[in-house]
């Protein structure tokens, strides 16, 4: 199992740009989730999805900010119109269980956004 | 609002001496606290959980729910140890954690 795969690892975007950033959940995990870590920071959740269904949003900015969990393909994370300060590392977790229940989530490598 | 705050932003000790790594907590009912740690190159994973009461490669913490506290320790310290530890918090019914910003662990030979 090659764990959850993050793509790309690392983007720049010019201000005004989209960023679309791809997570490969564990095989037979169905349950993604995306955190943001700023710099200097903790990872701060953003949204919580299951096939082809948002679960849980509540920590996604209300404006230029997506996500979608397909029924085939991989969980997207779009950001429109990106401005300096969505530079951070973006990362994706899978879990096996709804809700966290098992406490353990999987983490990729993370993909880091540089806005110039 | 639930809070983790992890007040050492880095923590130096010599190998073989004991570590304790500070986590308190700020939730009004009863969380589920966990320990996530990533090490050099490697992804952020999951060291320990409050609620299985293991002892990870020989890193324990207990939930102090009257100081509100989850500190992880470790009797004595390996060059292996050094690493980011990030303490997280879930809160009832909740799909979210709410992690602190880390403490890097330098553990000198």
């Known amino acids: 199992n090659a764990g959850v795969m993050q793509n790309p690892r690392h983007l720049v975007r010019r201000r005004g740009q989209e960023a679309r950033l791809r997570c490969s959940p564990m095989?037979?995990?169905?349950?993604v989730y995306w955190y943001r870590q700023l710099p200097e920071e903790g990872l701060k959740f953003m949204v919580y999805?299951?096939?082809?269904?948002?679960?849980?949003e509540s920590g996604m900015p209300k404006e230029r900010f997506s996500a979608e969990f397909p029924k085939e393909g991989p969980s997207i994370l779009r950001i429109q119109q990106v401005v300096r300060g969505d530079s951070a590392a973006y990362f994706c977790a899978s879990s096996l269980l709804q809700g966290l229940d098992t406490g353990e989530l999987f983490f990729g490598e993370g993909s880091r956004l540089t806005v110039l | 609002a639930q809070r983790v705050t992890q007040p050492e932003k880095l923590l130096s000790v010599f190998k073989g001496a004991p570590v304790e790594l500070k986590c308190n907590y700020s939730?009004?009912?009863?969380?589920?606290l966990f320990w996530y740690v990533q090490y050099s190159r490697q992804r952020l994973q999951l060291l320990l959980r409050?609620?299985s009461r293991e002892s990870i490669k020989g890193f324990t913490a207990d939930l102090n729910k009257g100081e509100t506290s989850f500190h992880l320790k470790k009797p004595f310290a390996q060059e292996e140890d050094s690493a980011m530890y990030y303490c997280?918090?879930?809160?009832?019914?909740?799909?979210?954690?709410?992690f602190g910003k880390g403490t890097k662990l330098s553990v000198i030979p």
């Open positions: 095989k037979g995990h169905s349950h």
């Open positions: 997280a918090l879930q809160g009832a019914g909740s799909y979210q954690l709410t």
């Open positions: 409050h609620i």
């Open positions: 939730y009004s009912g009863s969380p589920e």
């Open positions: 999805l299951q096939k082809e269904n948002i679960i849980d």
